[in-house]
């Protein structure tokens, strides 16, 4: 019985081709995994004021000596959710060294990303984004974006996509060294 439904005719037809595995595979390497692309900017930011999920209020003024990495992000955003476990891993390795994550949320709801941050034990800064935090980054169409920022409060990349730690630590070391 076993053997005549393995060489059943119609197996064979079911039965995907290599180039259809390749396809699949790279479908999936790209729904989790998908490509960043990185431009340089080297134009300053401008001070704005943001409020962390805990009350407290940031002017990105106030980070200027330190390497920033700014995420946009939203809870509802699959990219974002693979990305936000690097950011935390990369903050709690880097921020003794000068490096501080701020994640500005592009969403409308103050506790709702309070207990999102809660919930998933990030331990990162975390606030919104309202419409002046983002049209002083040129204006966020998409996220997941980030940007980093160096010591003396100029934007030096534009990370359009997923960040990832090692992508993270090559663009942040030499700008801990200027």
């Known amino acids: 019985m076993i053997k005549r439904f393995m060489d059943h005719p119609w197996r064979k037809k079911l039965t995907p ?10 479908i999936v390497y790209f729904w989790f995994r998908p490509p960043a692309w990185i431009s340089s ?8 004021a ?4 805990n009350g407290q209020t940031v002017r990105l003024d106030s980070l200027r000596g330190k390497v920033v990495v700014i995420a946009f992000w ?6 974002c959710r693979h990305e936000l476990p690097a950011l935390q891993s990369f903050y709690s390795d880097w921020r003794g060294k000068g490096v501080q994550v701020l994640a500005l949320s592009i969403e409308d709801d103050p506790a709702l ?3 999102f941050m809660r919930r998933n034990a990030y331990t990162f800064p975390a606030a919104l984004a309202g419409a002046t935090v ?4 040129g204006g966020i169409t998409r996220v ?10 100029s934007i030096r990349y534009k990370i359009s ?8 630590s090559d663009l942040i070391t030499p700008l801990l060294r200027e």
């Open 50 to 53: 943001v409020q962390l999920s």
């Open 144 to 153: 997941p974006v980030s940007f980093i920022i160096d010591k003396r409060g």
């Open 161 to 168: 996509g997923q960040v990832y730690y090692g992508r993270l």
């Open 41 to 48: 900017e080297h134009r300053p930011v401008a001070d704005v």
């Open 74 to 79: 939203a809870t509802w955003c699959p990219y």
């Open 17 to 26: 081709s290599p180039s259809t595995l390749i396809l699949l595979g790279l």
């Open 134 to 137: 983002q049209h002083a980054f």
């Open 113 to 115: 990303v309070a207990r």
